[in-house]
């Protein structure tokens, strides 16, 4: 893996095999990233290259305070926050449903489970707060450390740690319904917690 600030050094000086590799490096997660609040895979690759124009642009800025990749993950965030005040909620349309189709060889049951299964994570995702799904996002679907998600969020150590026990405590209420067939609990609202 290159080092961060001399790989930032060479996009800077505007080395185009820099910055290959560096789309190389980050493409992936920042699109996964980027596709968890933006529905539409066209809107999706849109706000995608902005991130990277926007990177390109200001990687000079990056001094190296924090990993490379902790700066990624910032600025898509930033992006797509902007993206989701711009657009407002958006839900799944049929058509982006009825598109998948189960693998040739699977169990067409099994996939009509996990779909089922998928929508009702969904459906509690959206239910949580926005900080307690960013957090979620950010710490248990991209694997971000708390400190790491600290710097991305803005926010000290303990309020992410805080969060994701809200959001937990959240998706263990919503899902409960589904998986144990407990009643559903309500979820504390997020905007009483310290920042």
Not at 12 to 38: C, N, P
Not at 190 to 195: F, N, R, V
Request: aromatic share 6%.
């Amino acid at each position: 893996m290159p080092n961060d600030a001399d790989l930032a050094r060479r996009i800077g000086r505007g080395e185009t095999h820099a910055f290959e590799e560096f789309v190389d490096l980050y493409g992936a997660r920042v699109h996964r990233l980027v596709r968890r609040y933006v529905v539409q895979e066209a809107d999706a690759e849109d706000v995608t290259q902005e991130v990277f124009l926007d990177l390109y642009r200001s990687i000079s800025s990056f001094r190296g305070d924090s990993t490379l990749a902790t700066w990624v993950y910032r600025v898509t965030l930033n992006h797509c926050l902007r993206h989701r005040e711009r657009r407002g909620p958006v839900v799944e349309s049929y058509d982006d449903v009825a598109q998948e189709s189960p693998d040739r060889g699977s169990d067409p049951a099994r996939h009509v489970a996990r779909r089922e299964l998928s929508n009702q994570v969904q459906v509690a995702l959206d239910d949580l707060s926005a900080v307690q799904r960013d957090v979620i996002i950010l710490h248990e679907l991209h694997g971000l450390t708390y400190r790491e998600c600290a710097v991305v969020l803005g926010v000290p150590v303990g309020t992410v740690k805080s969060r994701l026990a809200n959001a937990f405590r959240c998706l263990r209420g919503s899902l409960g319904t589904y998986v144990l067939g407990e009643a559903p609990t309500l979820c504390p609202d997020a905007l009483g917690e310290t920042l």
